[in-house]
């Protein structure tokens, strides 16, 4: 049977310190180089995957930003980009401003991800794009409105924040069809990530083309967040991690040890002869 292992990075396969663990690369390299497929889906975009999966030899294209992409890391393409139509780009648009709030908006410019923002309304805005232009030389291009710049390449918008400041915004655009979105606790700091985009997109679509388009017969997948549970429900075997809020542990079929204590890796060490079958 060909078994594909998905394992989500932040709060999951990364420890607190949003690192691999030597133990854990030692672990996953090894059942890898004996015919185990293994990849991961993330909130997180190609920039910052490349560098922080270094020393992992992935040998499955990853799930990028919730679902919206796969990339082929050995290849270094993409294999798979879904895009939001204009008009219900201009919908999350409005959503945002007509609740007095900023976000960044992503789309493909010649091939190549882009960050589009109008202005940094918080602290938290202005940080995280500091870190991502800084040590992830992540593109950002500053505009004077959005709706000028979205078009048919347009394929994530992303806004993190207190829960309650956008909860109201989270409910519109759940409501609104052709999108879907996430909308999560972040894994480091006290702040709730909001993030839409194609209701073709999400990590459970994303691992149901892997799996029909690479012949896997089964998946088994790893998570700890919200923005995992469609990924988690849809595989045949769920594991979570013990550091995982209750919503999602209830959920799985295993709950294995915290992100922290390589808990990935110890499942895998635990079901060794089944993984290697």
């Known amino acids: ?19 691999l663990s030597e133990r854990t690369i030692e672990v996953i390299n090894s059942f890898i180089s004996q015919g185990m497929y293994f990849t991961a889906a993330t909130a997180r975009s190609v920039y910052s995957v490349i560098p922080k999966l270094k020393g992992l030899n992935v040998n499955v294209p990853c799930i990028l ?31 945002f401003e007509e609740s007095g709030q900023k976000c960044f908006m992503y789309k493909f410019v010649d091939g190549k991800l882009t960050c589009f923002y109008t202005e940094m309304d918080s602290a938290h805005m202005q940080s995280f794009a500091d870190v991502r232009k800084n040590t992830y030389k992540k593109p950002f291009v500053k505009c004077e409105s959005l709706y000028d710049v979205i078009d048919e390449n347009t394929v994530y918008f992303t806004k993190s924040g207190k829960y309650e400041v956008l909860a109201h915004v989270y409910e519109k655009i759940k409501q609104t069809d052709g999108v879907s979105c996430a909308f999560y606790k972040d894994t480091y700091d006290d702040v709730w990530y909001l993030e839409a985009f194609s209701e073709n997109a999400s990590k459970e679509n994303a691992v149901r083309y892997l799996k029909e388009k690479y012949g896997f017969d089964k998946v088994v997948a ?56």
């Not at 060909?2 to 949003?18: I, M, P, R, W, Y």
């Open 1 to 19: 049977m060909k078994t594909l292992f998905v394992s989500d990075l932040d709060g999951t396969l990364f420890n607190s310190d949003a690192e």
């Open 65 to 95: 930003m919730n679902g919206v992409s796969i990339f082929d890391m050995e290849n270094e393409e993409y294999v798979r980009n879904v895009c939001i139509s204009c008009e219900k780009s201009a919908d999350i648009v409005r959503f």
């Open 222 to 277: 790893f998570g700890d967040n919200r923005n995992d549970m469609g990924m988690l429900k849809y595989a045949d075997v769920s594991v979570v991690v013990h550091n995982a809020p209750e919503e999602v542990r209830e959920i799985a079929d295993v709950v294995t040890l915290s992100n922290d204590d390589d808990g990935v890796a110890e499942y895998m060490l635990n079901m060794k002869g089944q993984i290697l079958r």
